[in-house]
Nanobody, 123 residues
Framework: QVQLVESGGGLVQAGASLKLSCAAS????????MGWFRQAPGKEREFVAA????????YYANSVKGRFTISRDNAKNTVCLQMNNLKPEDTAVYCC????????????????WGQGTQVTVSS
């Protein structure tokens, strides 16, 4: 069992930056690939970024590539999402998720989920 708690969301203006964190507790964090997903009101949940258990592999949605960076610190049981040059269309609830084995872009492939943190970007 893995428990995930996100933090770092907030209200910012377009062009600003935010750093989201996801703290994990429970079984060995380094066994899990981690992902960030987001869901805006009235829209389906969408993949944002993922990172392998070692941190050696990352993958990004095209909409955030070049602006967002996912990272992890297995010693601290945390995964972060650095978001730069935020746009109003980035407004959503952001959730981190964990799965064993390889990274994946499909939400249903993830076993454990956090409650999410709200990110609101004003124009």
């Amino acid at each position: 069992q893995v428990q995930l708690v996100e933090s770092g969301g907030g209200l910012v203006q377009a062009g600003a930056s935010l750093k989201l964190s996801c703290a994990a507790s429970g079984r060995s964090f380094s066994n899990y690939a981690m992902g960030w997903f987001r869901q805006a009101p009235g829209k389906e949940r969408e993949f944002v970024a993922a990172i392998s258990w070692s941190g050696g592999a990352t993958y990004y949605a095209n909409s955030v590539k070049g602006r967002f960076t996912i990272s992890r610190d297995n010693a601290k049981n945390t995964v972060c999402l650095q978001m730069n040059n935020l746009k109003p269309e980035d407004t959503a609830v952001y959730c981190c998720a964990a799965r064993t084995l390889t990274i994946n872009t499909i939400a249903d492939e993830y076993t454990y989920w956090g409650q999410g943190t709200q990110v609101t970007v004003s124009s």
